[in-house]
């Protein structure tokens, strides 16, 4: 019986502790999911995660905006058959502005873990 992959999400895994998260995953040839804005480090973070035998997925967006980051989310599980496993390498805040009515503590960071998890 062949063992299912691991799946795993790392928001902002593009550089620093991110990074590092992204590469121990694909060294365990797990299928490994990075969101962050950077479009070319995206694309070598993929390159580097398949050589080191895992499966790389790219997905851009602003992490700043959960509204981004849940459809991403809601795709991968649907892809996958399973909820990934969620990592945050910063926490996820929304961007403010003087027109915007939100305050800080509005998004519960922990919502996106709870809702996948």
């Not at 299928?31 to 790219?58: M, P, S």
């Not at 945050?88 to 809702?115: A, V, W």
């Amino acid at each position: 019986m062949q063992q299912e992959k691991e799946v795993v999400v790392i928001i902002g895994g593009t550089a620093g502790v991110g990074r590092a998260i992204v590469r121990e995953f694909a060294k365990r040839q797990a299928v490994v999911c990075v969101l962050a804005r950077d479009e070319d480090r995206l694309e070598r973070a993929r390159a580097e995660i398949e050589a080191f035998g895992g499966t790389g997925r790219v997905f851009a967006v602003d992490v700043s905006h959960t509204s981004q980051i849940k459809p991403e989310l809601v795709q991968i599980s649907s892809d996958n058959g399973m909820a990934p496993k969620l990592f945050q390498k910063c926490p996820i805040r929304p961007n403010f502005d003087q027109s915007s009515n939100m305050r800080e503590g509005d998004i519960d960071n922990e919502s996106l873990r709870n809702e996948f998890h």
